[in-house]
């Protein structure tokens, strides 16, 4: 059964989703893909434990305490190539940027290939259904240029801000 509920923040209302002891959504209202994992899933609201515990993350988070993704178990409802794309992500270090592009290359050491589109890579990133705790915020297009946001990139400079990643190499399209 999947379980939701909503949390103000001051970036506007999160809606979280559990699937047992797992989050499996984390999105900010007016998201692209809001809730997509969802679709035609029996949904029930209600606050469950993990959804708590990750309101309680979310707080701390807002108030610059940089609490771990590690504390969150997560549930990953997408292909194998994007939770793989997903789990990357959750190793970029708070305040850090990195590029779509250099994720493409960790990922296919990881796979043994030679290399790995980019673009590909950005897909998975643009569809992480867990954002924030996951933080897709923290990627950017080579050389540094703001792009590809799901919650538009007003909210990425403002994520980013909170956590003082550097933004003064960062430009927009």
């Known amino acids: 059964m999947y379980r939701y509920d909503c949390h103000p923040s001051p970036v506007g209302t999160i809606t979280l989703a559990s699937c047992g002891d797992r989050l499996m ?15 035609g899933k029996d949904v029930r609201q209600e606050e469950t434990a993990v959804i708590r515990l990750a309101k309680d ?9 940089r609490p771990s993704a590690e504390e969150i178990p997560v549930k990953w409802i997408g292909s ?11 190793d970029i270090p708070y305040g850090q940027v990195v590029t779509y592009g250099e994720l493409a290359k960790v990922l296919a050491r990881k796979r043994g290939l030679a290399s790995l ?3 590909a890579v950005g897909g998975a990133v643009g569809r992480n259904p867990i954002s924030i705790l996951v933080p897709c915020h923290r990627v950017v297009g080579s050389g540094g240029r703001l792009t590809g946001y799901s919650g538009g990139l007003s909210l990425k400079r403002t994520l980013l801000t909170l956590e003082n990643a550097d933004l003064s190499r960062l430009y927009k399209k």
């Open 25 to 39: 959504g984390l999105w900010i209202e007016k998201q692209r893909f809001f809730m997509d994992v969802l679709k």
């Open 57 to 65: 993350w979310l707080d701390r988070y807002f108030d610059r305490q």
């Open 80 to 90: 194998e190539f994007q939770k793989q794309v997903w789990d990357l992500l959750k």
């Open 117 to 119: 589109s980019a673009q």
